[in-house]
């Protein structure tokens, strides 16, 4: 079975600033994927940024990076230049080698002006 | 572009009463479909996936079912509704292509009373 973990179950950011939101993943499927979602509280839950576990590089989007280590199994996003709107429930997920989409427990990010 | 409905948005439904809830995709010929349940303050639970029309795969044994009548409609059944059934209800589609990002409807909060 698959397994995301989100340590950080909340986290507070200045206006501005950076932020990294850790993920962790258990796989043994050589081949997967790994996103991120924001969740705010409309409750829509909105793509933000996908690693392949072949990419060589990490995937860029915008103000969102992810910082991808595959010997150690992480994925962490980091979002730059932080904003109110920023303030959200964050979702790590991996996709292995199949449908299905497996999901932590997500960190709620509140950004402070 | 690609858009996808859910309706109704929110739902308030007596124990015991039946369930429908409906999801359809635009902009999108033969896209996989999704059915997952949020628990207030948790991860998304995938409940059921087509490939096809007709085609459903159950991730989750319980009293919901799934229907996909249609190439871009998907419906969420129940024929008697339980109070653990309360949740928020996501639907999403994908493409077999390349990342295979799923991508998700604004969600319907059902609260069974």
């Known amino acids: 079975a698959q397994k995301i973990t989100q340590t950080q179950p909340g986290m507070f950011v200045q206006e501005k600033e950076a932020v990294t939101l850790d993920c962790t993943y258990d796989?043994?499927?050589?081949?997967?994927?790994l996103f991120w979602y924001k969740q705010p509280s409309s409750g829509e839950m909105i793509f933000l940024i996908y690693?392949?576990?072949?990419?060589?590089q990490n995937a860029t989007e915008g103000r969102y990076s992810l910082n991808f280590q595959k010997a150690r199994k992480s994925a962490n996003l980091v979002i730059s230049a932080s904003q109110l709107g920023d303030s959200a429930m964050y979702f790590c997920?991996?996709?292995?080698?199949?449908?299905?989409?497996?999901f932590g427990a997500g960190t709620t990010v509140t950004v402070r002006a | 572009s690609q858009t996808i409905h859910q309706w109704p948005a929110t739902l308030v439904q007596p124990v015991g009463s039946p369930l429908s809830l409906e999801c359809t995709v635009e902009?999108?010929?033969?896209?996989?479909l999704y059915w997952y349940r949020q628990a207030a303050g948790r991860g998304l639970q995938l409940l059921f996936y087509?490939?096809?029309?007709?085609?459903i795969s159950s991730e989750v044994p319980q009293n919901l079912s799934a229907s996909r009548p249609q190439d871009r409609q998907f419906i969420l059944s129940s024929k008697k509704l339980l109070l653990s059934d309360s949740g928020f209800y996501l639907c999403?589609?994908?493409?077999?292509?390349?990342?295979?990002?799923?991508?998700f409807g604004p969600g319907t909060r059902l609260t069974v009373l």
């Open positions: 999403a589609w994908s493409i077999l292509a390349g990342a295979d990002t799923q991508y």
């Open positions: 796989t043994s499927d050589p081949s997967y994927g």
């Open positions: 690693q392949g576990s072949y990419d060589q």
């Open positions: 997920a991996m996709r292995p080698n199949d449908y299905k989409l497996s």
């Open positions: 902009g999108t010929s033969n896209p996989n």
């Open positions: 087509s490939v096809g029309i007709g085609q």
